[in-house]
């Protein structure tokens, strides 16, 4: 089953202007992790946050994490085209070691 | 450089007919994972494997098989019990202190 949500669906906006995806997720969780996925191909880890953390940074990526609301985003600050991708997240439970995804957000930067 | 490899990148498969996609690590991570995407959807767990020669089902093991009888390898078999095997099938690995590391996948259509 699915834990995660990203949301929007579907995000397009011109280069140099910032983008935000969301994640929802439904029970308690270890850490979280993004990931990026160009067209037909593997996934890439972003960036990881822990469950005790509330914010993240890693160059032009800023994640935060509300546990209260079982809630992570993923800001892209002065966005690229190379940054078009769907962005995934995934939450790795505190009970175990696999990590669960959602359906995944695809971004469209237009040059 | 270390990683993992998924092999073959396309794989097409008749009806009633098992087909075995690859995957190896070189990083010496002791878990390994395969996931499978349709189209638009997210990551939806098969297989893992925490230790060798142990594994365990996931959310969508019906039709798969695996066999973990070495720390770098673990084999998924889509086999013909599997009534719809057409998607993208993506192995992972981890360690407990790394973030998970995803192959390039293997796109599977049934002909």
């Known amino acids: 089953s699915q834990q995660g949500e990203e949301d929007p669906q579907a995000l397009s906006i011109q280069e140099g202007e910032n983008a935000t995806m969301n994640c929802s997720y439904k029970?308690?969780?270890?850490?979280l992790q993004w990931y990026r996925q160009n067209s037909g191909r593997g996934l890439v880890h972003l960036i990881l946050?822990?469950?005790?953390?509330r914010e993240k940074h890693s160059g032009r990526l800023r994640v935060t994490l509300d546990t209260s609301k079982k809630s992570s985003s993923l800001l892209i600050t002065a966005s690229r085209a190379a940054d078009t991708a769907s962005y995934f997240c995934?939450?790795?439970?505190?009970?175990?070691?696999?990590?669960?995804f959602g359906a995944g957000t695809i971004l469209r930067v237009k040059s | 450089d270390g990683g993992i490899t998924q092999s073959p990148k396309y794989l097409f498969r008749k009806e009633g007919q098992n087909v075995t996609l690859s995957c190896e690590q070189n990083?010496?991570?002791?878990?390994m994972y395969w996931y499978r995407q349709d189209p638009g959807q997210g990551l939806r767990l098969i297989y893992y494997?925490?230790?060798?020669?142990?594994?365990q089902k996931g959310d969508i093991a019906e039709g798969y098989s695996v066999s973990r009888e070495k720390k770098e390898s673990f084999p998924l078999t889509v086999t013909s019990a599997q009534k719809n095997p057409t998607a993208f099938y993506l192995c992972?690995?981890?360690?407990?202190?790394?973030?998970?590391?995803f192959g390039s996948g293997t796109r599977l259509t049934v002909v």
């Open positions: 992972a690995s981890t360690s407990p202190t790394a973030a998970f590391s």
């Open positions: 029970t308690s969780i270890n850490n």
């Open positions: 946050i822990r469950s005790n953390e």
């Open positions: 995934a939450t790795d439970a505190e009970y175990g070691n696999k990590l669960v």
């Open positions: 990083l010496n991570h002791d878990a």
């Open positions: 494997s925490q230790i060798v020669n142990d594994f």
